[in-house]
């Protein structure tokens, strides 16, 4: 092993403790990590000693997913870490970010909020930058704006053989389709030029409801589904876990109790949370920072969609509660029943936006998940179970109800899950089609160690 990538260590040029480190680590026949530079040329250098050596590798920027093998490699293999790319530049009309992959969206709002604009990207400040992108990215304001596959002005690419270029409306079109949501099976992005959208002072307020309270929360999201979310600056963020219901009414700026949340506010909490207030997007983004723990952890989330349908909800609800209660007290694993509205303007953004290949329904509608946090390796089988089980339960009573959507949201999608053969037969073919052109050695399908690879499907 050491003979063979040997080779490959010296190229990168390291620092010579890093170099010593990686050595070491080719003796003891463990992963290879290459921490490279920030430079898309670091990137082409790997690639093309990858694809010479034929090594499995695995590409990491913020390293989020819980998915065996899609951000980490086991032996032997080689892993490209892209955590020093985290460049946040803006252009000088403002219009403009430019993000590398391995930047945190956190860090991405805060470095714009002085600038009065915001991005679509992840609603959570710990994720990083590449992945939400190319699983094509929800974000709060994406029923106004779509998802942030489909604000993307331009990707910086890195193809199989180590050519560097750019994939947007009038270069490599067709890549640039493919990039927005159809993950990492053409390249490794170094650069995405992101669109801003002129929002920094938003409205919001979080509250807690009792279990009790379930069922008249999920006839509010579903009423403001058919009704309150034809007003596009609105969304609702909704967290059920068995023993509280978390919601969070978000609106894309300064108001006073807007008039689209009204199915929600005759509801009295057990708590407010956060009271109404005029803040921030980067204020309600470090609020959502302290509710997500970074504790070592086993996790695991999968993802279902339907139609609005609120007697669905509540048939889901009720089955999945009654396991995730169960499964707590024989493991300790918690997990969460969310529904993400997806409003029937966010799939008109991405069509007027030049299309993008999650093939999408035109109804209002809404993208189930499920967050899985448990300690002991010995329980994986049990706690997965629930999770599992529950996507079949959305799947039997959505389709007796003609209200089951076969799609599944990459960016939720569990190990065992494929959204891209969700994505319709037509627009796999397309893609299928763009990687062959792109990467005809075929490199990210037979040497990339793991993920939602087209060559699955």
């Known amino acids: 092993m050491r003979s063979k990538l040997q080779p490959f260590v010296d190229s990168l040029a390291l620092p010579p403790p890093q170099a010593q480190s990686l050595s070491n680590q080719l003796d003891q026949d463990s992963n290879l ?25 695995a590409v990491r920027s913020g390293g989020h997913s819980p998915n ?16 020093k790319f985290n460049q946040i530049q803006i ?62 002005k331009n990707f910086e690419i890195v193809l199989s053989d180590g050519t560097v270029t750019n994939a947007n409306a009038d270069r490599n079109p067709d890549l640039f389709w493919a990039l927005k949501g159809g993950g990492a099976n053409f390249g490794i992005v170094t650069r995405f030029d992101l669109y801003t959208i002129p929002v920094r002072n938003i409205w919001f307020q979080v509250a807690i409801y009792t279990p009790d309270q379930v069922p008249a929360i999920l006839d509010a999201f579903a009423e ?60 309600l983004t470090n609020i959502l920072g302290t509710t997500f723990s970074n504790a070592p952890q086993r996790h695991d989330y999968r993802g279902a969609s339907s139609k609005v349908d609120v007697q669905l909800y509540k048939e889901v609800y009720t089955f999945w509660r009654e396991q995730a209660v169960a499964v707590h007290e024989a493991t300790g694993a918690n997990m969460t029943f969310t529904l993400q509205p997806i409003p029937v303007n966010l799939v008109d953004q991405g069509i007027a936006k030049g299309g993008n290949p999650l093939g999408l329904p035109r109804i209002n509608h809404q993208w189930w998940t499920t967050l899985v946090d448990w300690n002991n390796a010995e329980d994986d089988e049990k706690v997965r179970a629930v999770p599992i089980a529950t996507s079949e339960k959305w799947k039997e009573l959505g389709e007796q109800r003609g ?42 399908q037979t040497l990339q160690g793991n993920g939602f690879l087209l060559s699955k499907v």
Do not use: C
Request: charged fraction near 20%; hydrophobic fraction near 40%.
């Open 33 to 57: 990590a290459a921490f490279l530079s920030e430079s898309a040329q670091d990137v082409s250098k790997a690639l093309k000693n990858i694809r010479f050596f034929r090594s499995k590798f």
């Open 68 to 83: 065996p093998g899609f951000s980490n490699i086991h032996n032997p293999g080689i892993l490209i870490d892209l955590q």
């Open 91 to 152: 252009s000088q009309d403002k219009k403009v970010a430019s993000l590398g992959p391995g930047g945190r969206w956190g860090d991405v709002l805060a470095a714009l909020d002085p600038y009065d604009v915001s991005v679509i990207g992840g609603r959570i400040p710990q994720v990083g930058v590449a992945g939400v992108i190319l699983g094509g990215g929800l974000f709060h304001f994406s029923g106004e704006y779509g998802l942030a596959g489909d604000n993307v």
């Open 224 to 283: 403001w589904q058919d009704k309150g979310a034809s007003d596009v600056k609105s969304t609702v963020a909704l967290i059920i876990a068995p023993e509280a219901a978390t919601v969070g009414l978000i609106y894309s700026a300064p108001a006073d109790k807007p008039e689209a949340f009204d199915p929600f506010y005759s509801i009295p909490p057990a708590t407010v949370a956060v009271p109404p207030n005029n803040g921030t997007v980067l204020s």
């Open 403 to 444: 209200s089951y959507i076969p799609f599944l949201f990459m960016n939720d999608g569990s190990r065992d899950q494929s959204p891209l053969s969700l994505y319709g037969a037509e627009n796999v073919a397309r893609l299928k089609s763009v990687s062959r052109k792109y990467d005809p050695s075929q490199t990210f």
